[in-house]
């Protein structure tokens, strides 16, 4: 069974601060994505990667950055949060071709205060 | 004109009712239609896949796709109250390798209640 897990479920920052949000798949996927949820907008890709240390822009990177040192693991990095970041973020993977399906975590809701 | 447009409903329907749902898109590129299931709080998982147009039947849930009309739909038959969630429709296009062709375009999502 295909297993996508997210650091945390639930997190509280401030603004200003450095968030980190891991992702670690089990399934030795190749591509590695991170989106953003919010009512009325959808799912919308931040980042993706399709190999270790290789990552490309999505539609939204501006205040993001992603790190991808190991096939397994996918992490997003606010430099500084901020309160229009508060969203529910979801990691998925995929095999490497784009007709692969995308296996998603369960998401985190982060909260900027 | 965006992507991809679904009708975010909300859609509330009785238990064995038949479920339509359905979106339009502009990009004559895709080739790759999915639909995905998503429960509240948790991430969307894949429902149904299917490559270029025609239909695809599993169960209770047939996808369709016209090309011509840019036109993709999900119709589920005799809903149940576990089928309540947002559904989402998602597609790609060319599956040759690197760069953007990984990437999904997603609708909105509908969320969809089916009432006992």
């Known amino acids: 069974d295909v297993k996508v897990t997210q650091s945390s479920r639930y997190l509280v920052k401030r603004t200003g601060e450095k968030v980190f949000l891991e992702c670690v798949q089990d399934m030795d996927h190749e591509n590695m994505f991170w989106y953003r949820q919010d009512p009325g907008l959808g799912l919308r890709l931040i980042y993706f990667s399709y190999d270790v240390k290789m990552k490309e822009k999505g539609d939204i990177p501006e205040g993001y950055s992603v790190s991808r040192e190991k096939k397994e693991r996918f992490s997003l990095i606010l430099e500084s949060a901020s309160t229009n970041q508060t969203s529910m973020y979801l990691c998925?993977?995929?095999?490497?071709?784009?007709?692969?399906?995308?296996?998603f975590g369960p998401g985190t809701r982060l909260t900027v205060l | 004109q965006k992507e991809v447009e679904q009708d975010p409903g909300p859609l509330s329907v009785p238990e064995g009712a038949i479920v339509s749902l359905n979106c339009t898109y502009s990009n004559s590129a895709f080739q790759y239609f999915m639909w995905y299931r998503q429960y509240s709080r948790k991430g969307p998982e894949l429902l149904m896949y299917t490559y270029s147009s025609g239909n695809k039947e599993d169960g209770r849930f047939t996808a369709q796709v016209d090309k011509s009309s840019k036109y993709i739909s999900l119709f589920i038959r005799d809903s149940q109250p576990s089928d309540s969630a947002t559904y989402l429709c998602a597609m790609s296009a060319s599956m040759n390798s690197g760069g953007s062709n990984y990437k999904l375009t997603f609708g909105k999502g509908t969320l969809l209640t089916v009432n006992p």
């Open positions: 998925a993977s995929s095999r490497w071709t784009s007709t692969d399906t995308q296996y």
